[in-house]
C-alpha cells in the first residue's frame, strides 16, 4: 500500500506513516472501547441488533416489490400479482403498525382501504421512542384499532376484527387481499363462536396460561373457538385472492399456529382441542357454551378451500438470531448460536442455562473435565427436546478458542411459566431470575464459574418490548445477583415463589437490570444472551 503512495507526488512517506499511526490508533480505540464497555452494555447491543433485524422495513424491503413497467404487477418471492388498484388490506398484530406503514410506501394509490388491530398505545409508544416512521400518514387508507390490553383480548379488539369480518366479505375475484400477521395477532383478531362470548373465551385462555400451556396448545384452542382464527378469515374472503404476509413468533414458524392461523388450512380439530383441556384437567372449569361448540360435529377442511391463498414467512427469529451473531462477532466474541426454539417450563430452561454455563466456564478454564456437569446438561437436553441444538458441536468449538477468548451464546424461543403467585412479571424476567439463582447455588460446587475467574451476564428479552403485562421487555442476570439483592434485604426465592420478578428487578439496583426498550413494533418470540469473559481482561 505505502509502495503505491510513493508513487503520488502529493503522498509524503511521513504522511503516509502518519495515516497508519492514525488507522491502528483509531483500531486500538475502538478494541479498548469494546472492551471498557460492560457485559450488560454489550448485552444489550447484540439483543438491539437481533431486533434491528426484524423490524417492519427492513423485512417487507426485502419481500415486497412493486413493478411498475408495463402492467403494474405485486411480487414475492416467486409470486406475482396483477395490480389495478384493486388492494385491500387487513393487518393484526403487534409488529403490523410498521408494516401497514412500508406496505403503503411500496403501493401507493393502488391500495384501496385498509384496516389493522394493534395493540393498545402502540402509536404513543412508537412515537415517544422516535419511530415516527412506523406510524401511518395522516391521509392513509388504512384505519387503525388499537385494543389488546396487556395482550389480552377485549372489546375494543372484538370491534376492529367485526369491521375487519365485514371489510373482507364484500371483496370480489378481481381483488386482492393483502393480510399482515404478527405475534398478538391471536389476541387482536377475537370473533368467538356463538355462543361463546368474548368473556368466555377470556376464561379459558387465562385457565390454560395458569396451567403452564404452550402456545401452540393455546392457539389451537383459540381456533376451535373462533370465527375467523384456523383459516376463517381466508373462507370469509373468498373468492378474491389473499396474500399473507407473516412475522413468525412461533417455535418452528408453524403457519397455523403464528396468530392462530387465520388464512391457513388448521391441521387441529375440535377433538384436540378437548384432548389439550384434558390434559390440564379444565374440563370442569369451562363455560357449558366452551364445552357446547367444542362437542359439536365437524367435517374436516378441504384444501381447495385454500387455492386462492399464498402464505408467506418475511421475518422470524432465526433472522434475528443470525444479526445478533455479527453483531458479537463485531464485539470480538465468538459468537454460537444454540437454538432459535428453546421452549419448556422455566424452571427447566433455566436449570438448562446454568448448567451449559457452568460447563463452558470449565472447558475455558482448563484440561480439568466436569463429568457430572456434562452428564447431568445432555439429560435435561434430552428431556427438553430443543430442535437444532447442537450441543456437543458448540461445545468442541468452545474448547477449540483461544485461550481467554470471551464467549456469547445465543438462542430464542419462548419459555412457559406454572403460575404459583399473584406477583407481576414476565417469562424473560423470570427466566433472569432463576438462572441467577441456579447460578448462585453452583458457587458452592466446584463449577468454575464460582470460582470468581469469569464475568457473566444472562440476558432474555421479548423482541416486541414488552414482558408480561410489565414495562420491560426483559431483564439481565450475573451469579452475583442473589448475594447483592441478600445485601438490599431482597430474597430472591420469595419473589418467585409468587411469580413477581418483575417487582424484584424494579428494586434491585433500582431497577438497572431490567431491560427497558418500550413496544420496538416486531414480535418474533424471545431472545437470549449469554456473554462469559475471562475477568482480567476488561
Known sequence: MASRFKKLPFFSQAYVKKIF???????????????????????????QSAVSAVMPEAMLKRSLRLVSEGSPRLTVGDLEFSIHRNLYLVGFGKAVLGMAAEVEKILGDHLVQGLVSVPLG???????????????KP??????????????????????????????????????????????????LPAPIPPVTLEEKQTVTKLLASRGATIHELNTVRKGLSRLKGGGLARAAHPAQVLSLILSDVIGD?????????????????????????????????????????????????????????????????????????????????????????????????????????????????????????????????????????????????????????????????????????????????????????????GTTKAKCGRGRWDIVFLSGGTDGQDGPTEAAGAFSTPKLVEQAEQEGLEVEAFLSRNDSYTFFSKFQGGRSLLLTGLTGTNVMDIQVVLIRKRDSS
Not at 21 to 47: D, K, P, T, V, Y
Not at 145 to 167: C, T
Open 21 to 47: 499511526w492514525w488507522q491502528n490508533a483509531s483500531r486500538a480505540r475502538e478494541e479498548s472501547r469494546f472492551c471498557s464497555m460492560s457485559l450488560q452494555e454489550h448485552g444489550q447491543q447484540i439483543f
Open 122 to 136: 402502540i402509536r404513543a409508544s412508537l412515537q415517544q421512542a422516535g419511530r415516527g416512521k412506523m406510524l401511518l
Open 139 to 188: 391521509d392513509s387508507a388504512i384505519k387503525v384499532m388499537e385494543g389488546a390490553e396487556h395482550n389480552l383480548p377485549d372489546e375494543a379488539a372484538l370491534q376492529a376484527a367485526v369491521e375487519i369480518e365485514r371489510l373482507i366479505k364484500g371483496l370480489t375475484a378481481n381483488d386482492l387481499l393483502l393480510v399482515l400477521v404478527s405475534g398478538g395477532g391471536s389476541a387482536l
Open 254 to 442: 408453524s403457519l397455523d399456529i403464528i396468530a392462530s392461523g387465520p388464512t391457513v388450512l388448521s391441521s387441529h380439530s375440535t377433538r384436540d382441542c378437548l384432548q389439550i383441556l384434558g390434559k390440564y384437567n379444565l374440563h370442569q372449569a369451562m363455560p357449558m357454551a366452551v364445552e357446547s361448540v367444542l362437542q359439536r360435529p365437524g367435517s374436516l377442511p378441504d384444501p381447495r378451500e385454500f387455492n386462492h391463498v399464498h402464505n408467506v414467512i418475511v421475518g422470524s427469529n432465526s433472522l434475528a438470531l443470525a444479526q445478533a451473531k455479527g453483531r458479537a462477532q463485531d464485539l470480538e466474541y465468538l459468537p454460537l448460536i444454540l437454538s432459535a426454539a428453546v421452549s419448556g417450563e422455566v424452571r427447566k430452561v433455566s436449570r438448562f442455562y446454568s448448567l451449559l454455563i457452568q460447563l463452558v466456564c470449565s472447558y475455558l478454564t482448563g484440561p480439568e473435565k466436569e463429568p457430572q456437569l456434562e452428564r447431568e446438561l445432555l439429560k435435561l437436553t434430552a428431556e427438553l427436546q430443543i430442535p437444532s441444538l447442537d450441543l456437543p458441536g458448540c461445545l468442541e468449538m468452545v474448547k477449540r478458542s483461544p485461550a481467554g477468548r470471551a464467549v456469547c451464546l445465543l438462542a430464542g424461543g419462548e419459555t412457559t411459566v406454572q403460575l404459583q403467585g399473584e406477583g407481576k412479571g414476565g417469562r424473560n424476567q423470570e427466566l433472569a431470575l432463576r438462572v441467577a439463582l441456579d447460578l448462585h447455588r453452583a
